[in-house]
C-alpha cells in the first residue's frame, strides 16, 4: 500500500470535459508533484510545489493547472485535453524540495482522452 | 542537467544477486545519486540514494565509485517480484534538485 493516495484510478473524458485529478498524503511533507508518464517510458516531471506555492512548471500547456489548497492535498484540474494526454499521472510528495529525501510516489491514475 | 546511462535491460536468476550499473560522468559535487524501481501497474519507489559512501538498507546496497563517475545498485538475492524498471537519477543543486528519470533498467527475473 502507498502513502500516497491518488483518485480516480481510471478516468475516460472527453475533449470538452473538465475533470479533477487529486492527490492526497498525510506524512507531513511539504513538497508535492505531478508527473506524466506515457506507456513504457520513464515518468517526466509536470509540476512541483514547496509549501503549497508552485516551485516548478515544466513548461506545462494551460490545459492543465495545478492546485495545492492544502499541504496534505494536490489537485491538477484538466480542461479541453488533447488525445495526445492520454497516459499515467502520478503524484508524489517528500520531506521537502531541496533535502534530497526521497520521493514518495501514488500509483497513478490512468487517464484516457476519447 | 547531469546525465545517467543505464543498460536497456538486464537478466538475472531467481535468488542470485544482481548488479545493475549506471554511469554519471558529468555528476557535480553536491549531486546526490538516487535509485527508484517502478514495478508493473505501480508508482515508482524509492530503492535507495548516497553522495559518497557506499549505503545498504533493507532493500539494497548502492556502491559508488571513487570518482563518482559511476554507481551500481546490488539487489543481494532477486525474487520474482524483483522485476521491474530500475531508475539511477542524479538529484543536487545544479539540476534545481528536480528528479528526472532517464530511460532505466529493465530487470528480468528467470525463476
Known amino acids: 500500500d502507498t502513502e500516497v493516495t491518488q483518485t480516480p484510478k481510471h478516468l475516460v473524458m472527453g475533449m470538452t470535459n473538465k475533470k479533477s485529478l487529486k492527490c492526497e498524503q498525510h506524512?507531513?511533507?511539504?513538497?508535492m508533484y505531478w508527473y506524466k508518464q506515457k506507456a513504457k517510458k520513464p515518468p517526466e516531471l509536470m509540476f512541483v510545489?514547496?509549501?503549497?506555492?508552485?516551485?516548478i512548471n515544466e513548461s506545462v500547456p494551460s490545459r492543465f493547472s495545478p492546485e495545492c489548497p492544502n499541504s496534505s492535498l494536490l489537485n491538477l484540474h484538466l480542461h479541453a485535453l488533447q488525445p495526445e494526454d492520454s497516459a499515467l499521472y502520478l503524484c508524489?510528495?517528500?520531506?521537502?524540495?531541496?533535502?534530497?529525501?526521497?520521493?514518495?510516489f501514488g500509483d497513478g491514475t490512468r487517464l484516457s482522452i476519447l | 542537467d547531469a546525465k545517467t546511462t543505464q543498460p536497456n535491460s538486464m537478466e538475472s536468476n531467481e535468488e542470485e544477486p544482481v548488479h545493475l550499473p549506471c554511469n554519471h560522468s558529468?555528476?557535480?559535487?553536491?549531486?546526490?545519486i538516487h535509485w527508484y524501481r517502478q514495478l508493473p501497474s505501480q508508482g515508482p519507489e524509492y530503492v535507495i540514494h548516497?553522495?559518497?559512501s557506499n549505503v545498504n538498507n533493507r532493500m539494497a546496497s548502492l556502491a559508488i565509485a571513487e570518482d563518482r563517475k559511476s554507481s551500481t545498485l546490488i539487489l543481494h538475492r532477486a525474487t520474482l517480484r524483483d522485476a521491474a524498471v530500475y531508475y539511477c537519477?542524479?538529484?543536487?543543486?545544479?539540476?534545481?534538485?528536480?528528479?528526472?528519470f532517464g530511460a532505466g533498467t529493465r530487470l528480468f527475473v528467470k525463476a
Open positions: 508524489a510528495s517528500s520531506r521537502g524540495r531541496t533535502d534530497n529525501q526521497p520521493q514518495h
Open positions: 506524512m507531513g511533507h511539504r513538497a
Open positions: 510545489y514547496s509549501y503549497e506555492k508552485l516551485s
Open positions: 558529468t555528476i557535480s559535487g553536491t549531486d546526490y
Open positions: 548516497g553522495l559518497t
Open positions: 537519477i542524479l538529484r543536487g543543486n545544479t539540476g534545481g534538485f528536480k528528479t528526472i
